[in-house]
C-alpha cells in the first residue's frame, strides 16, 4: 500500500473518530431545549467550528441542515483531494447525490404548490460544483421552469419524459427512482473501470447491497401507502444494481402482504441482516443496514475508498441524527421515541 493510500485511511479513521459518542448522545438526548442541545453541540462535539455563527437562541432547520450539510461535503471533499483513482468519482457521486435530493424536492414542493419554500433550504455551497442552476431552480414557479432549469445537466433527458396529469400532479416517487437509478449506475461503472480485486468486490458489495435494501423498501412503500399493482412496482425497481434475482423481485412484488415481503427479503444472504440490526419501523431498516456496512469497514477494510465512501455513509447518516434529535426536542417528543430515530 502506497504512502497516500495510508494517509487516506489514517485520515478517514481520524476523522471518523471524532463523531458524537455514546456519552455525547446521551448528553444531547438529556438537554430540555433546541439551545441547550447547540449549547452542547458548540462546546463538546466536532460540529463546533460550523455552529458558531448560529445564534442557539434562533435556530432555524432549513439554515443549520445547509450549513451541516456545507460542513459534511467540505469533510469528504478534503478526503478525495488525496491521490486515489476513484476520489474524482466519488466526489462526482456526492455532487450527483445532492443535485438529486434538490430535485427531488423541488418536485415535491411543486405538487404541494409550495415552491417558495425551496430557497429556505437552498444549498448554496453546491453552486460551485454543480451545473446545474441552482438559482434559477430556486426561482422556477412551473415544471416548464423547472426543465428550463435542468436543460444543461444530464438528468434533463430522464425527467423530460414525464409530465403532470389531469390534476397536475408529477409522479415523483417514480422520477425518484430513475434519478437515483442513474448516479448508481455511473458509481457501479466508475467501481468497475477504476477499480480491482478486493477494493472492486468490496465497493460493489456495499453499493449492491443497499440497492438490494433500497427495492426492498420501496416495494413495502408502494404496497402499503400507494397499493399499485405487482407491475407497477416492478417497473420502479432496478435489479440489474442488485444482487437479488429479479425472480426474487417479482415474488416480493406479487406478495399479498408486507409479512410475505419481509419473509421473502428474509430467506435471502444479504437480508438475514434484517434480524441483526435492531429497527422500529421498516423505513429504519435501509438506512440501518448502511450504518453497519459502513461502520464494518470503515473499521476492518484496507482498502482507502471503501473506507473513504464509508466515511461519506456514516457522516450523512450522524448528520440526519443530529438533525432528528434537534426537531424531537423541539416539538417536545419524549427521550425514548427521539431515541428510536437515531442510529447509533
Known amino acids: 500500500m502506497s504512502t497516500t493510500s495510508y494517509a487516506v485511511l489514517a485520515k478517514a479513521r481520524s476523522k471518523y473518530s471524532r463523531f458524537l459518542s455514546d456519552r455525547d448522545y ?18 463538546h462535539t466536532h460540529f463546533a467550528s460550523v455552529l458558531s455563527e448560529i445564534n442557539e437562541r434562533d435556530v432555524h432547520r432549513g439554515r443549520l441542515e445547509q450549513l451541516l450539510r456545507q460542513y459534511l461535503f467540505n469533510e469528504f471533499d478534503s478526503l478525495c483531494r488525496y491521490d486515489s483513482s476513484v476520489s474524482a468519482g466519488f466526489s462526482r457521486y456526492v455532487v450527483e447525490k445532492t443535485e438529486v435530493e434538490q430535485i427531488v424536492r423541488y418536485l415535491i414542493l411543486l405538487n404541494s404548490n409550495s415552491t417558495e419554500k425551496f430557497i429556505f433550504q437552498f444549498p448554496s455551497f453546491l453552486s460551485k460544483h454543480t451545473e446545474l442552476d441552482m438559482v434559477q431552480l430556486a426561482k422556477a414557479e412551473s415544471y416548464d421552469d423547472f426543465l428550463q432549469a435542468l436543460s444543461r445537466t444530464p438528468y434533463y433527458d430522464i425527467v423530460k419524459v414525464y409530465k403532470p396529469d389531469s390534476k397536475g400532479m408529477l409522479p415523483v416517487s417514480t422520477i425518484e427512482n430513475r434519478l437515483y437509478g442513474y448516479i448508481l449506475k455511473n458509481m457501479l461503472e466508475l467501481i468497475k473501470k477504476k477499480t480491482k480485486g478486493s477494493e472492486r468486490t468490496e465497493l460493489e458489495s456495499m453499493f449492491r447491497t443497499m440497492n438490494d435494501y433500497s427495492i426492498f423498501s420501496r416495494i413495502l412503500r408502494l404496497k402499503k401507502y400507494y397499493n399499485l399493482p405487482p407491475e407497477v412496482i416492478r417497473a420502479n425497481m432496478f435489479p440489474e444494481y442488485s444482487s437479488l434475482s429479479p425472480r426474487l423481485i417479482d415474488r416480493m412484488c406479487q406478495a399479498e402482504s408486507s409479512a410475505e415481503v419481509f419473509q421473502i427479503m428474509q430467506s435471502t444472504g444479504c437480508g438475514r441482516l434484517i434480524g441483526k440490526i435492531g429497527y422500529n419501523h421498516a423505513s429504519d431498516i ?58 447509533h
Open 26 to 43: 446521551s448528553g444531547l438526548l438529556a438537554c430540555q431545549s433546541v439551545p441547550e442541545v447547540m449549547v452542547y453541540l458548540k462546546s
Open 286 to 343: 435501509s438506512p440501518r443496514v448502511q450504518y453497519k456496512l459502513a461502520k464494518k469497514n470503515i473499521h476492518f477494510s484496507n482498502n482507502p475508498s471503501v473506507v473513504m465512501i464509508s466515511f461519506m455513509f456514516l457522516s450523512e447518516i450522524e448528520l440526519m441524527n443530529v438533525i432528528s434529535l434537534i426537531e424531537g426536542i423541539r416539538y417536545q417528543l419524549d427521550t425514548k421515541t427521539i431515541q428510536s430515530l437515531i442510529i
